[in-house]
């Protein structure tokens, strides 16, 4: 089972960019699809942004297609989010999550870092 440690959140003000950092370990890195998600208070978990194991396909959630990038680094066994032109209702957990490439299931969860955005 791969373990996964976000990083890189933080305040910013509306319209700021923050770039959301997860580490995996434990695991066989190349065999997952990573994805974020990202929780507000009070609100459901939603999907953010995913990408496929050799970082071919990419897949947003449409509030955020066109600010966020999701990217991956098989060396160094790290996905990252790229937020841009950040809003204050954006303000959540985000969590790094994983499944096998070939899978449905997110079966892996990091802890959660904190975004907050001003306005």
């Known amino acids: 089972q791969v373990q996964l440690v976000e990083s890189g959140g933080g305040s910013v003000q509306a319209g700021g960019s923050l770039r959301l950092s997860c580490a995996a370990s434990?695991?066989?890195?190349?065999?997952?699809?990573m994805g974020w998600f990202r929780q507000a208070p009070g609100k459901e978990r939603e999907f953010v942004a995913s990408?496929?194991?050799?970082?071919?396909?990419?897949t947003y959630a449409g509030p955020v297609k066109g600010r966020f990038i999701i990217s991956r680094d098989n060396a160094k066994n790290t996905v990252y989010l790229q937020m841009n032109s950040l809003k204050p209702e954006e303000t959540a957990v985000y969590y790094c999550?994983?499944?096998?490439?070939?899978?449905?299931?997110?079966?892996?969860w990091g802890q959660g870092t904190q975004v907050t955005v001003s306005s």
């Open positions: 999550a994983a499944r096998p490439d070939s899978g449905i299931l997110w079966n892996a």
């Open positions: 434990g695991g066989t890195f190349v065999r997952y699809a």
């Open positions: 990408i496929s194991w050799s970082g071919g396909v990419t």
